[in-house]
C-alpha cells in the first residue's frame, strides 16, 4: 500500500522559513500530480500547491512569491519551500499524489499521510 510521509514542519518566527519535505513508498505505476495541503485549526483542509509530471505548477494566491513546490520524479518526492512565513500560515501540512499506484489510478485525496504541523509564531 503507497504511503506518505510528511517531514520538515516546526517552530518558524514570522519572516522565516521552513522547507517540507515528503516521501512515498509502496507500488507506485506513475505520478501525475503531487501536491500540498494544508489545514489551519477549524478550517477546511486546502490547497497550497501542485506540480504536474511535465512542470505545471500552481499556487494559492496566499502562497505566491512566498512558497516554492518541487518535485523529484524519479524518487517520487516532493518538497516546498516556505519563505516569508506568516501566523496564518500554522497549520497541519500533508502531501498528496495523484496517479497510478496500488493496481489503480486514484485522484488526489485518495491516500493522506499524518502530516507535518508548521507553527509560525513570535
Known amino acids: 500500500q503507497v504511503r506518505l510521509v510528511e517531514s520538515g514542519g516546526g517552530l518558524a518566527l514570522p519572516g522565516g522559513s521552513l522547507r517540507l519535505s515528503c516521501t512515498t513508498s509502496g507500488r507506485i505505476f506513475s505520478i501525475n500530480i503531487m501536491a500540498w495541503y494544508r489545514q489551519a485549526p477549524g478550517k477546511d483542509r486546502e490547497l497550497v500547491a501542485s506540480?504536474?509530471?511535465?512542470?505545471?505548477?500552481k499556487y494559492a494566491d496566499s502562497v505566491k512569491d512566498r512558497f516554492t513546490i518541487s518535485r523529484n520524479r524519479a524518487e517520487n518526492t516532493v518538497n516546498m519551500q516556505m519563505n516569508n512565513l506568516k501566523p496564518e500560515d500554522t497549520a497541519v501540512y500533508y502531501c498528496?499524489?495523484?496517479?497510478?499506484?496500488?493496481?489503480?489510478?486514484?485522484?488526489?485525496?485518495?491516500?493522506w499521510g499524518k502530516g507535518t504541523l508548521v507553527t509560525v509564531s513570535s
Open positions: 498528496n499524489v495523484e496517479g497510478y499506484y496500488d493496481g489503480a489510478y486514484y485522484q488526489t485525496g485518495a491516500i
Open positions: 506540480v504536474t509530471s511535465d512542470g505545471r505548477i
